[in-house]
């Protein structure tokens, strides 16, 4: 099946892939908490426990615009259970969402933007494609490597980066939080242009 032609930018919630807890929050596997932490760094916001939605949140406003933020708090394979009820209760569309996580297929240093596409064996972004019944969603790919060997990928997301690895990974989401605001201008097209000109 083809991916969806990507529509007018309009992103109203901003999600990051993640684990909670303490013993993640280094990991691989936590880059898109990242990108989001960075984005309430950005704006001044303060993420905070909402229970119905199964995940940390804030309203923020960036460029003019109001956004969600939210980082689930269900463990990464059931992340679409977070996301979906933020989205159905402030009836936002698949469309107007932002998903960041990380994305072995991507050396570290690389960061994509694309929209809709398969799922990759991403847990994440599976579970995203059935809790809103659709992959017609933005995606912000942090590239952290892969470890060679398809049976230490598990292990590998759990652990965090070397510190040059981290160094690269913070500049790269750091120019993606730069960018972002002409995201929501509606100019995806030069923000993947720039995006995936880094190495």
């Not at 880059?31 to 119905?52: C, Y």
Request: hydrophobic share 40%; aromatic share 8%; glycine share 10%.
């Amino acid at each position: 099946m083809s991916a969806a032609a990507a529509p007018q930018p309009d992103i109203r919630l901003i999600v990051g892939l993640g684990n909670p807890g303490a013993r993640y929050v280094d990991t691989r596997h936590n880059a898109g908490f990242w990108f989001v932490d960075a984005i309430a760094r950005q704006t001044g916001a303060t993420l905070r426990p909402e229970p119905r939605f199964h995940g940390e949140a804030a309203r923020t406003t960036l460029d003019g615009r109001e956004l969600w933020l939210l980082e689930p708090t269900t463990f990464m394979n059931r992340s679409g259970q977070s996301v979906a009820a933020l989205a159905r209760f402030y009836k936002i569309a698949p469309e107007q969402i932002l998903v960041a996580h990380d994305e072995i297929d991507l050396p570290v240093g690389q960061i994509k933007l694309k929209f809709a596409g398969g799922h990759g064996g991403h847990n994440g972004l599976r579970d995203l494609h059935a809790h809103l019944g659709t992959p017609n969603y933005w995606r912000l790919r942090i590239g952290v490597g892969h470890p060679g060997n398809k049976d230490q990928v598990a292990d590998y997301v759990l652990h965090p980066p070397s510190k040059p690895e981290r160094e690269q990974l913070e500049i790269v989401i750091d120019e993606a939080r730069r960018l972002f605001p002409t995201l929501l201008r509606g100019d995806a097209t030069a923000v993947m242009n720039h995006l995936h000109a880094l190495r």
